[in-house]
């Protein structure tokens, strides 16, 4: 009995499959999933002719789209030149990609906070201290970048209202982009990022009351399209004010990791900013101490704030709350942690091999390692 044929792929089917494979910059899901390609094929003189939609008319990853397409397109067998035309989504395409993207991430229409929901396993750790000047972004945005540098999917909610340098520090110079009433983040050195300051006109300050800080927050978590992250940080301002008690109502999940100095006043302040998980029922994941030496030249450390405020908040948190609070790790104090992230390059990536480029490493490793309990989680378990 003759075997049959297989019919061969025609060139167009090709250019589609190869298309398939180009990934939207932002989105981070395949242009063809997202409804962008509104037609592909190949003439009979081997140029494509590919027309994309756009999720907005200035889309900033324009160009980065048509180097991508472009490459993906030559690779077809026959293909020798490609032609493409950028139109801009409808609204009711906007809207179908809006209902697409919440139906991937196990969104319902209304807008909810994934990582408030029980089965959710992205684990979130919000960075807090009791005052500032501590170094508390400094410390958010080199473990973000080092945890991101391990293969893990990271996001940073800048939550500092009033004093926001998240995008800075991690050298995140594009633009939020709108999808109808969803917001894609961008990304810089691998981890994405959204801020209050990615609203704001030039530097202008935020003069905002409780009830709009609590939406402005609620939509960074809910409007927001993350995708599926492994780990989400949030830079809190300092203290205990309307900010950490909205962090608390919203991901009531959220572990705490409280920032200090080796001083003895800051360590006091610090100790109230994570006793405030007494009220929220909110877990610390530990205490970690910025600052802790100066290197000299001779080899000897210089305590230029003094020693053991670290230990000192662990021990007495730990006092508080009746169960087990760490010290994370001390990190040294070191010029070229503020030179890179003046520069939006963070320590830990610039120079990894610097004492508190791998005290911050360390810490993270820590925390890639860390798994949250199950007490709470809906398991999917059913009765025969």
């Known amino acids: 009995m003759a075997s049959m044929a297989v019919p061969t792929p025609s060139v167009d089917q090709a250019l589609a499959t190869a298309l398939g494979k180009v990934h939207d910059p932002e989105i981070h899901r395949p242009i063809t ?41 030559l690779t077809v067998e026959g293909v020798t030149a490609v032609e493409l035309e950028f139109a801009a989504m409808s609204p009711e395409q906007r809207r179908a990609l809006q209902d697409r993207l919440r139906s991937q991430a196990g969104q319902v229409a209304e807008p909810v906070i994934p990582f408030a929901k029980p089965e959710s396993r992205t684990r979130v750790f919000a960075v807090a201290s009791g005052k500032g000047g501590v170094g508390k972004s400094s410390i958010t945005v080199n473990l973000a970048a080092a945890l991101a540098d391990r293969g893990l999917a990271v996001g940073v909610v800048d939550a500092d209202i009033y004093g926001h340098s998240v995008p800075r520090m991690l050298g995140v110079s594009a633009l939020p982009t709108k999808v109808e009433d969803m917001i894609m983040p961008p990304q810089a050195n691998g981890v994405q990022v959204i801020s209050i300051g990615m609203f704001t006109p030039g530097n202008a300050p935020v003069v ?111 006092e508080l709350t009746g169960a087990p609070v760490p010290l994370l790790g001390q990190i040294p104090m070191d010029p070229r ?41 809906q398991l999917g378990i059913q009765p025969l």
């Not at 450390?301 to 003094?306: P, T």
């Open 337 to 377: 942690l503020r030179e890179c992230g003046d520069e939006g390059r963070p320590l830990v990536l610039a120079e990894p091999t610097a004492p508190a480029a791998a005290a911050l490493r360390a810490v993270a490793e820590d925390l890639a390692g860390h798994r949250t309990g199950l007490a709470g989680r």
């Open 33 to 73: 999933d997202l409804g962008m390609v509104r037609s592909a094929t190949v003439r009979p003189d081997g140029v494509a002719e590919i027309a994309i939609l756009l999720t907005v008319a200035g889309c900033p990853m324009r160009e980065k789209l048509r180097a991508d397409i472009t490459e993906a397109a």
């Open 208 to 318: 905002w009351r409780g009830p709009m800080l609590h939406r402005a927050l609620q939509q960074f978590l809910a409007d927001v399209y993350w995708g599926d992250l492994d780990v989400l940080l949030l830079d809190l301002p300092p203290g205990t004010g309307d900010v950490a008690i909205s962090i608390a109502q919203l991901l009531p999940n959220a572990e705490i990791i409280v920032v200090t100095t080796p001083q003895v006043a800051a360590a006091e302040v610090a100790e109230r900013a994570g006793a405030i998980t007494l009220q929220t029922q909110q877990r610390i994941v530990g205490v970690l101490e910025n600052m802790s030496w100066l290197q000299l030249p001779t080899g000897d450390r210089m305590e230029v704030f003094g020693a053991g405020g670290g230990q000192t908040v662990a021990d007495s948190l730990a």
